[in-house]
């Protein structure tokens, strides 16, 4: 399955619904709902509340992120906002400020 590029122009002010996977290289502020993968590239910012399988934070993240495979924090990621997931991968260098919420209760989707 092809990936969805968010250009690191682009900003996107609104909600975000979809089933493929997201790379985000510009903005997005408001609400992502994915069934995919929503990767946070390395100078991207996303402003929203995530609900998503799996998110990836190379750039910054401001918001809450409900993940229902595992959420990581690269190396030069930041993220400031709650975490609810089975899996939490925090790499060296990575920046973060919240709470973790790693309940095995299922996330839901869509």
């Given at each position: 399955m092809a990936e969805t590029v968010i250009g690191k122009s682009l900003i996107i002010d609104g909600e975000v619904k979809g089933t493929e996977p997201l790379v985000v290289q510009g903005t997005i502020k408001g609400k992502i709902n994915l069934d995919n993968k929503v990767c946070v590239a390395e100078g991207g910012r996303i402003e929203a509340?995530?609900?998503?399988?799996?998110v990836e934070v190379a750039g910054a993240m401001n918001g809450n992120v409900e993940a229902?495979?595992?959420l990581e924090i690269k190396t030069g990621g930041r993220m400031h906002g709650d975490i609810r997931s089975p899996r939490i991968l925090i790499s060296d260098g990575a920046l973060y400020k919240g709470s973790i919420d790693m309940d095995s209760g299922e996330v839901k989707l869509g």
């Open positions: 509340s995530v609900l998503a399988g799996v229902g495979e595992r």
